[in-house]
């Protein structure tokens, strides 16, 4: 079992640039989210879906849409990417009160 | 308003110097507590949950407990491979969403 696999694993974009975040689990959960983490802000949500089919918002969903392509699968996409969105994005499959966390992607924007 | 809050923010240990990380929360009606270990450049991953007032939870060196106000993550004996950043979050009322604490960093020393 791979977990939850996101990709790219890094990725300098320049300012308007568009790009979507990949993110996979094989675990068989039905929900899954997207948070980013920056300095002295900790972990905030900025989208989740509690199931295939469904998505809502977290916290800071601002210049973010998702699509939950299925049960495994749940991408994040900048449309117009700006030096704010500078953060390491975590995506997260639920198991009840569990949280699996992937790996991460590092994402600059300049 | 919900609020986590952990101190230290960071915190250097000799090997075997015991201690604890402590997370104090401000919630309305605390549906559990979440302890998660972050190492450099990963994601979080899942320590122990606890649901109620006076219950604990050990695993290895790690042991944490909780309070109607607090929860702390003591370490035992701890070693270089604990170095790391210890994540509390925890869940209130009937929201699923998690209140994040931006975390204590620990160094374990040789």
């Known amino acids: 079992n791979a977990g939850v696999t996101q990709t790219p694993k890094f990725q300098v974009l320049k300012t308007g640039q568009s790009m979507t975040l990949q993110c996979a689990q094989d675990?068989?959960?039905?929900?899954m989210y997207w948070y980013r983490q920056d300095p002295g802000m900790g972990l905030r949500l900025i989208y989740y879906?509690?199931?295939?089919?469904?998505?809502d918002k977290g916290e800071v969903p601002n210049g973010y849409n998702v699509s939950r392509l299925n049960k495994r699968e749940f991408s994040l996409r900048l449309e117009s990417a700006a030096p704010s969105q500078t953060s390491v994005y975590f995506c997260?499959?639920?198991?009840?009160?569990?949280?699996?966390f992937g790996p991460g992607t590092r994402l600059t924007v300049l | 308003e919900d609020q986590v809050t952990q101190s230290p923010e960071a915190l250097r240990l000799q090997e075997g110097e015991s201690s604890s990380l402590n997370c104090s929360y401000t919630?309305?009606?605390?549906?559990?507590l979440f302890w998660y270990r972050q190492d450099p450049g990963k994601g979080p991953e899942f320590l122990f949950t606890?649901?109620?007032?006076?219950e604990e939870k050990e695993k290895e060196r790690l042991k944490a407990t909780l309070t109607k106000k607090e929860s702390f993550l003591h370490i035992t004996a701890p070693k270089p491979e604990d170095s790391a950043t210890y994540l509390c979050?925890?869940?209130?009322?009937?929201?699923?969403?998690?209140?994040w604490g931006l975390g204590t960093s620990l160094a374990v020393n040789p």
């Open positions: 997260a499959s639920i198991d009840l009160d569990t949280q699996y």
């Open positions: 675990m068989n959960h039905n929900s």
């Open positions: 879906s509690a199931s295939e089919g469904t998505t």
């Open positions: 919630v309305s009606g605390l549906r559990g």
């Open positions: 606890l649901y109620s007032a006076g």
């Open positions: 979050a925890v869940r209130a009322g009937n929201n699923r969403k998690l209140i």
